[in-house]
């Protein structure tokens, strides 16, 4: 009996990874409502409507450089229209600029991952969320 319910739970893992390859367009769009999770949190500790929380802190961070590892791969040929996509053309005009900006993100992510202070958060959080904006500027359609 726990031998099959393992079974399942391993074929319920292995379809849901499937699932998320063959929709890359659910997958950048549920990975960029985790960064926007990350962002809400950590611009309520930026702002002072929430105390600064050093694990939270990490947390923001540790959400940025994941998805920024994450997102320049959930952008294939065949992933550039449909599903509600807000996903831009320049994308796939300009891959090195694209990618280039993750990297930057993931940087910034990283440089983040050492704040101890809220004065070091707010600054480390400034500049990887001016990452998003300029990102959000260049590769996405506003709708």
């Known amino acids: 009996m726990l031998r099959s319910a393992f079974v399942a739970l391993g074929l319920a893992v292995g379809v849901s990874a499937v699932l998320a390859q063959a929709n890359p367009i659910a997958e950048r769009r549920d990975t960029m409502k985790g960064v926007g999770a990350a962002t809400r949190d950590g611009a309520a500790m930026a702002k002072g409507e929430a105390p600064f929380d050093a694990a ?3 947390a923001v961070f540790k959400a940025y450089g994941d998805a920024a590892k ?23 005009e300009d891959q090195a600029g694209f990618k280039a900006a993750f990297a930057k993100f993931e940087a910034d992510a990283g440089k983040g991952a050492a704040v101890t ?17 300029g990102c959000h500027e260049t590769y996405r359609i506003k709708k």
């Open 56 to 58: 939270k802190a990490q």
């Open 117 to 133: 202070d809220l004065a070091g958060f707010r600054t480390a959080f400034g500049d990887a969320t001016k990452n998003c904006g």
């Open 70 to 92: 994450k997102m320049p791969g959930l952008y294939p040929d065949n992933a550039k229209t449909g599903g509600e996509t807000t996903a831009a053309p320049k994308i796939w």
